[in-house]
Every structure is written in C-alpha cells, then in structure tokens.
C-alpha cells in the first residue's frame, strides 16, 4: 500500500473553507485531518460540531477527526452525527480507553489512539490489537507550523514491531512537521498516514504540493 495523505484543515484559510474543502477534493489527497482543541488538553481552541458537520457537506473523502479534548467519550456520538469516519482519541486522557474505542467502534467509526512526544509506543501493548490506527505527534499537540521531533522515527520503528508482533490491522499515522524533507524516510521506517498543515496550506500552490508528498 502506499503512503496515504491527510491534509490538515486547520491550516486552511478559515474564511474560505469551502474553496478549501474544494481543493483537497480535487487533489491527491486520501483525507481530511480535522484537529479539534479544547484548551484544556492543549493550550488551544480550533473548532467544534458545527463546523466538522460543514466540512462534511462539501467533503468528498473521509474525515479523519484528532481529537485533542478531555473527556472525549462524551461526545462520540456527536463527532459521528458531525461527520467522522475515524476518530482518534489521546491515550493520555482516556481511563478507560479499552471502553472508549469499543464505543467509537460500535458508533461505526474506525478507532484510532494518538501518542503524545513523551509517551512511550508500550503503553499501547494490550490495546493494540483492537485499534484500526495509531497517531504518533510528531510535535506537542496544540498548534500547526511546529519543528518536526526526531524521535519520532524510533517510536515508529517500535510500533511497527508491535503491530507485527500482535498482528494488528493498524495504519500508522504520523502528525506533526511532515514536509517534503522528512516524508520519505517516515514512510521507509513504517508511516502509512502523512498529516501535513502549514507545509500544504501555506505553499504557493497546495495541490501541487500534495501530488509531490503522495508521490515522494
Ligand atoms: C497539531 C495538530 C496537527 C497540525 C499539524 O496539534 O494535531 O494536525 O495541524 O500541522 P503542521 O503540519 O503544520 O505541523
Ligand atoms: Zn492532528
């Protein structure tokens, strides 16, 4: 399978979303990665339902929705009603996280669990057979336009061995200062899902930029 590409609509022009939405659509983009912030979680505040159920309405490929937010099982039903088709949620806010991904699967979503910087790929151990993907941050979750963490190519080295080892179905996918210079190698050690904000939106022409991560 080759590498798939989530542009992230939080470095889209908000003001033009739907020539946005537009864009990605006719592009060689697999997904949308809609960040969701709660400022509790994060030191930051994106966007919530009514804007996901917005997207939804133009968007022609599947909405693979981050949700970096306490508490998340209160609103998976909602994020479904809005739109999603993979909901990730944050190991580190989930106490119950066995339950939680049981519930986004029963709602008919795929399940997904994102790794913060620090929190080792181990943890996922007796979880991870149940998941149909893995979001390593490859930056602290909250903001777009940050530098790219290098350990992030040892955590994905690790989790492609445990998903080996346990024979898990789960896609990799990797958030966080993908650009041109670094995509290749995140896909020769293991990535199957590239997010890419500012690096897309804030190039002179996205579409061109996104053939040039799908094809790298
Ligand atoms: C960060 C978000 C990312 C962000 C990536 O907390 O989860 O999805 O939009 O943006 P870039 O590609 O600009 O690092
Ligand atoms: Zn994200």
């Given at each position: 399978m080759s590498h798939l590409i989530a542009p992230s609509i939080l470095a889209a022009d908000f003001a033009n979303l739907q020539k946005e939405i537009e864009m990605v659509n006719q592009s060689e983009?697999?997904?949308?990665?809609?960040?969701v912030m709660d400022g509790v979680f994060v030191p930051n505040i994106s966007f919530g339902m009514p804007v996901i159920s917005a997207i939804k309405k133009h968007a022609k490929k599947p909405m693979d929705v981050h949700l970096m937010i306490v508490d998340p099982d209160k609103f998976i039903k909602d994020f479904k009603k809005a739109g999603a088709d993979i909901l990730t949620v944050h190991y580190e806010v989930c106490n119950h996280l066995h339950r939680t991904v049981q519930?986004?699967?029963?709602?008919?979503?795929?399940?997904?669990?994102?790794?913060?910087?620090?929190t080792p790929v181990a943890v996922l151990e007796d979880i991870i057979a149940d998941l149909d993907m893995v979001l390593i941050m490859s930056v602290n979750p909250g903001f777009g336009g940050q530098s790219f963490i290098e350990n992030t190519y040892k955590k994905i080295k690790q989790l492609r061995e445990l998903i080996k080892k346990t024979g898990s179905k789960a896609l990799i996918e990797v958030d966080g200062g993908v650009s041109d210079q670094n995509i290749e190698k995140l896909v020769d050690t293991g990535a199957n899902v590239l997010v890419a904000g500012s690096f897309v939106f804030k190039s002179k022409n996205p579409?061109?930029?996104?053939k040039k991560l799908k094809r790298l």
């Open positions: 983009a697999d997904w949308f990665h809609i960040d519930t986004i699967k029963q709602e008919g979503m795929q399940a997904g669990v994102s790794l913060n910087p620090h579409k061109e930029t996104i």
